[in-house]
């Protein structure tokens, strides 16, 4: 019989991050690709790992993301929710230390919509007078 796989979901703004751990050396896969080709910017991995160096599992696991939507910010933020929730999953030691830190709660903000009669969502036309 098969193990079941756990998949954890992250989310930011418009982003979705699905995530499964797998005991293993600290491989990350990003849609089939090395942190590295994935997420240029030394920031975005830097958030990634940030769950993972907090609990000390950086040799651990192996981790397998599939993220989708969104920007690169956006889902540099989902990744890491997954991670979290997957490594709160795991050893109950963790969730204290990841909620503390805040990576246990999804950040909620998203962009405003636009409105008719506005520039933006907010930001009405210029008023001319002639």
């Known amino acids: 019989m098969k193990k079941k796989i756990d998949i954890f979901v992250g989310r ?4 979705v991050a699905r995530v499964r ?11 089939n ?3 590295d080709d994935y997420f240029g910017r030394k920031t975005y991995k830097m958030i990634i790992l940030q769950p993972i160096e907090l609990t ?3 040799k ?17 933020g989902a990744v890491r929710h997954g991670i979290s929730r997957a490594l ?13 830190n805040g990576f246990l709660t999804r ?6 919509r636009k409105k008719p009669g506005m520039r933006g969502a ?5 008023f001319s007078k002639r």
């Open 12 to 15: 930011r703004k418009r982003s």
């Open 21 to 31: 751990l797998i005991p293993g050396k600290g491989k990350v896969t990003i849609n």
């Open 33 to 35: 690709r090395k942190i």
């Open 56 to 58: 000390d599992s950086k």
């Open 60 to 76: 651990s696991y192996d981790i397998y993301v599939n993220v989708k939507g969104g920007g690169l910010t956006g889902q540099a």
């Open 88 to 100: 709160a999953a795991n050893d109950s030691e963790n969730r204290s230390i990841l909620k503390e």
């Open 107 to 112: 950040d909620s903000r998203k962009v405003e």
């Open 122 to 126: 907010r930001r009405g036309f210029q």
